[in-house]
């Protein structure tokens, strides 16, 4: 195990001479990416904060899931106040397209209801095991 000690005494040494010398320390937190250049730590990304590529959908605008779990006709009032494109982009973010589809339907209703029907059945998922 000769590499194994090596690599622990090479820790060892950084890390004592991370607590002698604070440039040093924030130079290493700085590779490690545990703070930026100004000493303050980054704050996380979100992933709907992220930039999406510009070949994908703009994110949902809402969360059809969180919505059918308290209850149908919540879900189905939030949908109808949706445009085709916006009940789009929700089916691409939440993968409701296996077919190929639904995306090219253009009856506002029909691809509401697929949402609808994918989001109940995703949100009683696992209720079997659930002990209410």
């Known amino acids: 195990m000769k590499v194994r000690?090596?690599?622990?005494?090479?820790?060892r040494v950084v890390a004592d001479q991370a607590e002698r010398d604070p440039v040093f320390a924030e130079q290493?937190?700085?590779?490690?990416g545990l703070?930026?250049?100004?000493?303050?730590?980054?704050?996380p990304k979100r992933a709907a904060d992220a930039e999406r590529p510009k070949n994908r959908r703009p994110a949902a605008v809402l969360d059809p899931i969180a919505l059918a779990?308290?209850?149908?006709?919540?879900?189905?009032?939030?949908?109808s106040a949706l445009s085709l494109d916006q009940l789009r982009d929700i089916v691409a973010d939440y993968g409701m397209d296996?077919?190929?589809?639904?995306?090219?339907?253009?009856d506002v209703e029909r691809v509401a209801g697929r949402i609808v029907e994918l989001s109940l059945a995703r949100a009683q998922k696992g209720d079997a095991f659930r002990s209410e």
């Open 5 to 11: 000690k090596v690599l622990l005494d090479l820790a």
């Open 28 to 32: 290493i937190a700085v590779a490690l």
């Open 35 to 43: 703070s930026d250049k100004h000493g303050e730590s980054p704050a």
């Open 69 to 79: 779990r308290e209850g149908e006709a919540t879900l189905r009032s939030r949908l």
């Open 98 to 106: 296996h077919g190929k589809l639904v995306m090219k339907w253009k």
